[in-house]
């Protein structure tokens, strides 16, 4: 929901002086303190006469790239971890334009990847009649890609970037196998398999197999 002390963002900037332009920010680390307070060095200081875009990405890392010249991120080879709590969440910033100087700059970041939840519920056409709950054994998904790339086309109407991944074939992603989940009948809120899972973006194929067994 926020950023915490440690994360670090990447940012690149352009200084616009009189038509002429030039880099201010390349690949430049920027680190939450804490508090929402962010730093980074040396210090850069505003020109009256100047205005600046910026461009940011989270997180920090050898694998981002930005092209100065098409003003468009890539990432490479990023791979998804299997455990949730592992995972790495990939977000783009709104980009900056014409911004003034001596004003605080805030990034509105976007996600570049999905968001996936599974859970499990008694369909409302089911017979549940003598039957207290529904318990899931083990619930699995294999035949996912863990591993992709990501090529930025553009920037829209709104300065959110657009953009497609490209998955690796040959990975895999190994989901921890879920057990002992339970669903009581006549609950309106189903009850949680996997949550808050962060997959890479990909056209699912027959190789993508959901395995579950419960008992009533």
Same mark, same amino acid.
């Given at each position: 929901a926020t950023f915490v002390s440690g994360d670090q963002i990447e940012v690149y900037g352009f200084q616009n002086t009189d038509g002429d332009t030039g880099k201010i920010f390349n690949k430049q @680390?920027? &680190?939450n303190t804490g508090q929402e307070i962010w730093s980074y060095t040396p210090a850069k200081y505003w020109e009256k006469s100047s205005t600046y875009d910026f461009y940011a990405v989270y997180p920090y890392a050898a694998s981002n790239s930005f092209d100065f010249d098409t003003r468009k991120f890539s990432i490479t080879d990023f791979t998804v971890a299997n455990a949730a709590d592992d995972q790495v969440d990939l977000m783009i910033a709104k980009q900056i334009t014409d911004h003034q100087p001596f004003n605080v700059?805030?990034?509105e970041f976007s996600h570049i990847l999905s968001n996936i939840n599974f859970y499990v519920k008694a369909s409302s056409d089911f017979n549940t009649d003598g039957i207290k709950s529904i318990e899931v054994v083990s619930f699995d998904v294999t035949g996912l890609y863990s591993k992709g790339s990501f090529a930025q086309?553009?920037?829209n109407a709104n300065n959110v970037f657009t953009g497609a991944w490209t998955a690796d074939a040959? &990975? !895999?992603y190994d989901l921890p196998e879920v057990k002992n989940a339970e669903y009581s009948i006549g609950s309106?809120?189903?009850a949680d398999l996997a949550t808050d @899972? @962060? @997959?890479l973006p990909q056209q699912i194929n027959d190789n993508? !197999?959901?395995t579950i067994k419960f008992k009533l």
């Amino acid at each position: 929901a926020t950023f915490v002390s440690g994360d670090q963002i990447e940012v690149y900037g352009f200084q616009n002086t009189d038509g002429d332009t030039g880099k201010i920010f390349n690949k430049q @680390l920027v &680190s939450n303190t804490g508090q929402e307070i962010w730093s980074y060095t040396p210090a850069k200081y505003w020109e009256k006469s100047s205005t600046y875009d910026f461009y940011a990405v989270y997180p920090y890392a050898a694998s981002n790239s930005f092209d100065f010249d098409t003003r468009k991120f890539s990432i490479t080879d990023f791979t998804v971890a299997n455990a949730a709590d592992d995972q790495v969440d990939l977000m783009i910033a709104k980009q900056i334009t014409d911004h003034q100087p001596f004003n605080v700059v805030n990034f509105e970041f976007s996600h570049i990847l999905s968001n996936i939840n599974f859970y499990v519920k008694a369909s409302s056409d089911f017979n549940t009649d003598g039957i207290k709950s529904i318990e899931v054994v083990s619930f699995d998904v294999t035949g996912l890609y863990s591993k992709g790339s990501f090529a930025q086309t553009g920037w829209n109407a709104n300065n959110v970037f657009t953009g497609a991944w490209t998955a690796d074939a040959t &990975s !895999i992603y190994d989901l921890p196998e879920v057990k002992n989940a339970e669903y009581s009948i006549g609950s309106t809120k189903a009850a949680d398999l996997a949550t808050d @899972l @962060l @997959l890479l973006p990909q056209q699912i194929n027959d190789n993508a !197999i959901l395995t579950i067994k419960f008992k009533l």
